[in-house]
């Protein structure tokens, strides 16, 4: 999930992902753990449909 298209949220990929954990209980890895660029976050899918779900209307509620 990149995060440049959404600079509007004015904080870096590591503040996002503490965002998550903090109001959503949503784990996520900033992409600056692979890259030398904190612009972006990466998730998983190996879960079920439903946690997917859930974390898929964490994500929008977060970035709106």
Same mark, same amino acid.
């Given at each position: 999930?990149?995060?440049? +298209?959404?600079?509007?949220?004015?904080?870096?990929?590591?503040? %996002?992902?503490?965002?998550?954990?903090?109001?959503?209980?949503?784990?996520?890895?900033?992409?600056?753990? %692979?890259?030398? +660029?904190?612009?972006?976050? +990466?998730?998983? %899918?190996?879960?079920?449909?439903?946690?997917?779900?859930?974390?898929?209307?964490?994500?929008?509620?977060?970035?709106?």
């Amino acid at each position: 999930v990149s995060l440049s +298209r959404a600079s509007r949220l004015k904080e870096t990929a590591h503040q %996002f992902c503490e965002r998550g954990i903090a109001q959503h209980k949503l784990l996520s890895i900033p992409g600056k753990v %692979f890259s030398i +660029r904190d612009t972006h976050v +990466r998730i998983s %899918f190996a879960v079920s449909d439903a946690n997917l779900d859930r974390g898929l209307d964490a994500l929008e509620a977060m970035m709106a």
